[in-house]
């Protein structure tokens, strides 16, 4: 009567541990999409930033000619061009910066969708790892059963 039940409680252990795997597996996926999702957005998000900065940044060095230029001071030569030149070199160095950290985000989320990947594949590696152990377990418990009555299990 007890090996029927080992063999059973056995087979539900291991249908168990598969489908708990499958649906962390399934779970992670789709975390992997999102984050794959997320990447894209990041980057989108980034380079539209560096748009908008860079069109601050314009208007701000236009401003500053037609204040040179209303205040009578020439906008192409001497301090003023000096001045120009480094707002525009700031300019550059801040949009490179914005794009910079766009790129970082959408690294990190591509990261992470790796890691939700390699986690699926994982989950259902552990899956059939489980299953098959609560098969042998039973196995055991089967054949130590059969040892101390003295039937023979093989």
Known sequence: M???LLVAGAAIAAVGALRSASAKASADRYNGQIAEQNAAIATSQGEAAAQAQQRDAERQIGRGM?????????????????????????????NLTVR???TL??????????????????????????????????????YGAGAGTGMNMG
Request: charged content about 15%; overall charge negative; hydrophobic content about 40%.
């Open 2 to 4: 007890a090996v029927p």
């Open 66 to 94: 037609a204040a040179y230029g209303a205040s009578g001071v020439s906008a192409d030569s001497g301090s003023a061009t000096d001045v120009l030149a480094d707002s525009a070199r700031s300019a550059m160095l801040d």
């Open 100 to 102: 910079y950290n766009a």
């Open 105 to 142: 985000r959408g690294t990190a989320y591509k990261d992470q969708a790796n890691l939700y990947s390699t986690e699926a594949s994982n989950d259902t590696t552990s899956g059939y790892l489980n299953a098959a152990s609560s098969v042998v377990g039973a196995m055991g418990k089967m």
